[in-house]
């Protein structure tokens, strides 16, 4: 098979949560444990760093992928979902996993695995893991797929757990409070190992306290002592900010929601730089300052043009758009255009309630089975008393925003991954 074939195979022979949702939903780790198994237990054979949470995840994990590699480690990163390509969830010191891997483990591992009708995510974390075992990673980050608790990376015992926060998110799996779902999310949480917590409200600190008790892990709240002293938007668009610990740091990553994520990842490192993982605080900066140049991370708050200034952000959810919302609102004496799009299990009238009222909008859909129509996108605005123009395809709908806006105007592309994804995918092809 090709790699094109390959990937094809992969998407369509297993059920992928992307595609098709809550059908692709394994309950349990049986598949991962036999998988494991079959494999010689990779996950033993190199250290690890779990993080979960409800938003937030992606920019951690690259951050302390990329602080990792600047401290001189060899750094696996095993993230979800991709964006262009599907070896984007797979990477060694942002290299991306070769083709013929993919290809190799497809066609030499079908007989053992077919049978077993795993899901996409279990045969993806499986070759993730070996991967990283045989290539002799050093640390391996490692971001949860959803939940935490069943999640099949959940296997490891890693020298760091890392929460993010918690927010309504697939609560048809993990619960439909914030203290089931961090229930869920506290199950990464090991015998004896330290978990920071980024985000935390009274129902879900208790959750995690309870957890870390029971575990006997040292448990951190990173908002307690801020690492942050202060932070402010950077010419280049990213952040700098002024820490307790490592000094001034500069970081490549944008969005005003990247303070909270910077905080987090501070705190995460001064745990680290305890146990004498990282070894020079300088290593700290050097990967805020190159997060996006060492790992590949795409879609957080990313410029695409310049005149007019269009941003796309892969954030989707309630959680996620609290931020965004209020960053599309301070670009003061600018005409927005807003390229917006859901999925059918987001709560996509949350998301519009948060939507600027003054704003150009071209409502659209993802090429994914799970996307909400452009013309009912539409029509759920309405309600909230936003209208716009209705375009067929993502590609078409920045097309026509970024002929509609003017020089000095601001576009943003947004409300989905698998928007951003079919945006990036059109720009690549270009």
């Known amino acids: ?14 059920p992928v949560f992307e595609h098709v949702g809550a059908s692709a939903y394994k309950d349990g780790l049986d598949n991962t444990l036999a998988l494991d198994k079959h494999f010689g237990h990779p996950h033993t054979h190199f250290r690890s760093i779990h993080i979960a949470g409800t938003n937030g995840k992606g920019s951690c994990s690259h951050t302390l992928a990329s602080i990792l590699q600047a401290d001189g480690y060899k750094v696996g990163l095993y993230t979800s979902p991709h964006l262009v390509d599907f070896r984007e969830r797979i990477r060694i010191n942002g290299e991306m996993i070769p083709e013929q891997y993919v290809i190799d483990f497809v066609e030499q591992e079908r007989g053992f695995f077919e049978p077993l009708h795993p899901s996409f995510f279990e045969l993806t974390t499986a070759m993730a893991f070996k991967y990283f075992a045989e290539q002799h990673v050093d640390i391996a980050v490692i971001e949860v797929g959803l939940g935490g608790r069943l999640d099949c990376t959940n296997i490891i015992t890693p020298l760091l757990s890392v929460i993010t926060n918690i927010s309504f998110d697939h609560t048809q799996f993990l619960g439909d409070t914030l203290g089931k779902i961090a229930y869920e999310k506290a199950g990464i949480i090991k015998q004896g190992t330290p978990v920071i917590i980024g985000e935390a409200v009274p129902e879900t600190r208790v959750v995690f306290e309870s957890r870390a008790q029971k575990m006997d892990s040292l448990i951190v709240f990173a908002e307690d002592i801020p690492a942050i002293t202060a932070s402010a938007s950077l010419p280049s668009g990213g952040r700098h900010y002024d820490t307790r610990y490592f000094g001034p740091v500069n970081g490549e990553l944008g969005g005003i929601y990247q303070d909270k994520n910077a905080n987090t990842v501070l705190t995460a490192a ?21 997060v996006c140049q060492s790992t590949g991370l795409m879609g957080r708050w990313q410029k695409i043009h310049d005149s007019p200034i269009a941003i796309c952000d892969t954030g989707h959810n309630a959680g996620g758009w609290k931020y ?14 807003i390229v917006f799009g859901m999925v059918d299990d987001k709560d996509i009238n949350t998301v519009m309630e948060l939507l600027p009222d003054d704003a150009h909008y071209y409502w659209t859909q993802p090429s994914n089975k799970r996307a909400v129509s452009a013309e009912r996108v539409a029509e759920l605005a309405e309600h909230h008393g936003l209208t716009g123009k209705v375009c067929p395809s993502v590609p078409e709908a920045y097309q026509t925003a970024l002929e509609n806006a003017h020089a000095d105007d601001f576009v943003f592309v947004g409300g989905s991954s698998y928007v951003v994804a079919d945006l990036l995918t059109s720009l690549k092809d270009k």
């Open 324 to 337: 965004i919302s209020q960053q599309i609102r301070a670009q003061h004496n600018k005409a927005k255009h």
């Open 1 to 14: 098979m090709t790699y094109q074939e390959t990937t094809e195979y992969l998407f369509n022979s297993t």
């Open 270 to 290: 001064i745990q680290l730089y305890n146990q004498n993982i990282i070894r020079s605080v300088d290593s700290v900066a050097r990967g805020f300052e190159t």
